[in-house]
């Protein structure tokens, strides 16, 4: 059986910001692919250049001070950075769609939430006023909207940031793409809203069978959907691989510090808190000497770890680290940090879902403090539990 090519090819892409101060390397030598059907998570911290990666795929990086400086971004075997601007237009929204973070900046206040996804269905299919807004009303239902013939005539501002989110995925989803770019579709929202919402973004990718781009600062986030991550860092990409690889096997000090600002569930032993990594995200403007990470890995040998940048090394098919030391026997499993995880996970299903059995678990202080958790967390946290979990890919 051949293996289906990339839906999405991103390879060696540049985007540079020119400003006054001087040139900002936000996307700094980037490659990944996406393949049909798969759900694919981006993490990183603020400013590492998530963002600005998925808006060079939508050819929607402001140029200046922006600029693509090199690169290629295949989609379906066509280079987007070649594209005709009508082409471009044509892929946004019917081929690839995006979720922004926060809904209202992409909602119009002016329209009803009915008339502005039946704007979207019109604009790229030949249908009438009537067939548009019945193929709004069945997004809306999708989305878990309840009584979506009279919530249609809302505008905006009549509904709560959840429902706003999943209006924005019923709008989303509404063209049937192929890819829908995700970024950060739940920061704004509590945890509750959180859940439910990854949980209909899942529903909504499997109905239409498209692939998802997920990007988020939390590789919580990414646990119970992706299939496969890579891990961003000052412009780079410094990990990818599958989920359960780079929760369970991380090669690279960064990706054990991203796991570590995970709520912690282990805090009854010991009382440990959340342990962020230290040291603040670097200039973009000037990046450290050497490997980027250095001034903030606890790891650094002080020396080449200062002089020189390590590549991405390939650790197996479709699984790369960037750090000197990514082959060095022992290096992905320093201490209990792995087993931890691995119980954690366990912990907080059973922790979340029913407290009687695990009273002297510390959830999460935003968990704790609801009476009832939804089990939709408990099926999110669960699907992380699976190893080796693909969806079926579009063939
Ligand atoms: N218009 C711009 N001019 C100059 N620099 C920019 C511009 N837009 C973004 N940048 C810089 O590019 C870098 C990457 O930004 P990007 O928005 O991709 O980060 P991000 O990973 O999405 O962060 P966040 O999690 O905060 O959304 C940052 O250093 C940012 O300051
Ligand atoms: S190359 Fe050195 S500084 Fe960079 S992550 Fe590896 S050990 Fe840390
Ligand atoms: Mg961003």
Known sequence: MTEPEPLLSVRDLRTHFHTDAGVVKA??????DVMPGEVFGIVGESGSGKSITAMSILGLVPMPPGRIESGEILWK?????SATD???????GKEISMIFQDPMTSLNPVYTIGQQIAEIVRVHNDVSKQEARDRAIEMLELVGIPRPEQRANDYPHQFSGGMRQRAMIAMAIACDPDLLIADEPTTALDVTIQAQILEVLQHASEETNSSIILITHDLGVVAGMADRVAVMYAGQIVETGAIDEIFYEPRMPYTWGLLESIPRLDQRRGGRRLQPISGSPPSMLRPPSGCRFHPRCPYSDGDRCVSDEPSLIELRFDRQARCHYALQPGWYSPGERLAVAEVEWDVL???ATDRSAAPDVDLPDDLAAREQVPETLADALTASQKPGRRRSRKS
Request: hydrophobic fraction near 50%; aromatic fraction near 4%.
């Open 86 to 92: 009508a082409d471009l237009r044509r892929i946004r």
């Open 27 to 32: 996307v700094d030598g980037v490659s990944f």
């Open 77 to 81: 075997g066509t280079d987007l950075l």
């Open 349 to 351: 299903i059973v922790a």
